[in-house]
Nanobody, 125 residues
Framework: QVQLVESGGGLVQAGGSLRLSCVAS????????MGWFRQAPGKDREFVAV????????DIAESVKGRFTISRDNAKNTVYLQMNSLKAEDTGTYYC??????????????????WGQGTLVTVSS
């Protein structure tokens, strides 16, 4: 089973940037699709960005498209979320998730097999 550890969250002013990292343990990382999801207080968890096993295909939520970028480094067992031009509505806990599959259909129906513990992002306006 893959274990995931997120880092990089924190407090940032609106318009600023953060880069989240998710380090995975386990041999299946390099063949698994990965994703970032977030949950704001009082709201359901939502998909933010997903990436297939080799990085050739990504899906980005409309709410963050043009501002957020997902990437991965299989040699480091790490997936990243670069977040630019942050807005107050981006505040929430960000979770990394791994799929049991190498590919995905759409980010909105990405099936997560394991979750990380989450990292909190707070954007002040």
């Amino acid at each position: 089973q893959v274990q995931l550890v997120e880092s990089g969250g924190g407090l940032v002013q609106a318009g600023g940037s953060l880069r989240l990292s998710c380090v995975a343990s386990g041999r299946t990382f390099s063949t698994a699709a990965m994703g970032w999801f977030r949950q704001a207080p009082g709201k359901d968890r939502e998909f933010v960005a997903v990436i297939n096993w080799n990085g050739a295909n990504v899906d980005i939520a409309e709410s963050v498209k043009g501002r957020f970028t997902i990437s991965r480094d299989n040699a480091k067992n790490t997936v990243y979320l670069q977040m630019n031009s942050l807005k107050a509505e981006d505040t929430g806990t960000y979770y990394c998730g791994v799929s049991q599959f190498s590919y995905f259909n759409r980010g909105s129906n990405f099936e997560v097999a394991s979750w990380g513990q989450g990292t909190l992002v707070t954007v002040s306006s």
